[in-house]
């Protein structure tokens, strides 16, 4: 849950992330000599099973210059967990200043960072305090390595354990902005 934004900031925001793209270069093809494969920059995923993301290119070099944005969202009370594959390799830096991941706790640009990753070691498992996460992976136009892969699962959200289930609102009733009207 979101506290303090109103809907209007909410779809604002959405907007703005769309007509920005999610990306820096979007969804472009690669030719390989196998086959062509679209390699995609960013997405918004909402699996229920969870999945997996990587960097363009993994397990190969990543491109340069690239802008990948990543939001994952669970359904209502529960929570992610993301965990980062052994094979990571993203050029290291002094705090990450030029090619990294960033992780953001909300599904926003500005939400509160959980942290911001580079190097060898790869990242330590990361939980969401909410339903949402944000991950910003950035390559700087020098000095390209392996990337990475990521795979989230969904968890139960604590603050929510007593209440169990989320049921589904009744047919009769319809929430528009909040305001609860009822089918006559």
């Not at 491109?63 to 993203?90: G, N, T, W």
């Not at 939980?127 to 991950?135: C, N, T, V």
């Not at 392996?146 to 603050?159: E, V, W």
Request: aromatic share 14%; hydrophobic share 35%.
């Amino acid at each position: 849950m979101i506290y303090g934004r109103s809907l209007f900031h909410i779809i604002a925001s959405l907007i703005i992330l769309h007509s920005s793209g999610a990306t820096k270069k979007g969804t472009e093809k690669q030719i390989t000599s196998e086959t062509q494969k679209s390699v995609q920059c960013g997405t918004w995923t909402k699996h229920a099973e969870g999945g997996v993301f990587t960097s363009p290119n993994y397990p190969s070099k990543y491109p340069p210059d690239r802008e990948c944005v990543y939001i994952i969202e669970a359904a209502p009370r529960q929570c992610i967990e993301l965990y980062f594959d052994e094979k990571y390799s993203i050029e290291p830096s002094w705090e990450c200043k030029f090619d990294h991941i960033e992780v953001r706790d909300g599904p926003f640009g500005f939400s509160p960072i959980i942290g911001r990753f580079c190097g060898q070691q790869n990242p330590p498992v990361i939980k969401s305090s909410g339903r949402f996460l944000w991950i910003k992976f950035f390559a700087d136009g020098e000095l390209e390595s392996m990337g990475f892969s990521a795979r989230y699962n969904f968890t139960p959200d604590p603050d929510f354990k007593d209440l169990g289930v989320l049921k589904p609102l009744p047919a009769p009733f319809l929430c528009v902005f909040g305001i609860l009207l009822f089918s006559v």
